[in-house]
Nanobody
């Protein structure tokens, strides 16, 4: 069982930055792949970025490449999402997710545990 708690969301102007954090419970955190998803009102929950157990393999959806960076600290059971050059279209609820198994995955059906989400609002 893994419990995930996101933090770091908020209101920021376009061009600004935010850093989201996801704290995970459990002693087997390093065996899980992690991902960040987002869901805007009236839209599906889509993958933003994902990372494998060691951090050696990452994925970014095209719209955030070069602006967002995912990282993890297995010693602290933490995953981070650094978001730079934010745009109004990045506005959404951001969710942290954990998938059992060390390999990277990008489909939400492959994730077993989800946080409660944190709101990110980017004003123009």
């Amino acid at each position: 069982q893994v419990q995930l708690v996101e933090s770091g969301g908020g209101l920021v102007q376009a061009g600004g930055s935010l850093r989201l954090s996801c704290a995970a419970s459990g002693r087997t955190f390093s065996t899980y792949a992690m991902g960040w998803f987002r869901q805007a009102p009236g839209k599906e929950r889509d993958v933003v970025t994902a990372i494998n157990w060691s951090g050696s393999n990452t994925y970014y959806t095209d719209s955030v490449k070069g602006r967002f960076t995912i990282s993890r600290d297995n010693a602290k059971n933490m995953v981070y999402l650094q978001m730079n050059s934010l745009k109004p279209e990045d506005t959404a609820v951001y969710y942290c997710a954990a998938g059992a198994g060390s390999w990277l995955r990008i489909k939400k059906d492959e994730y077993n545990y989800w946080g409660q989400g944190t709101q990110v609002t980017v004003s123009s």
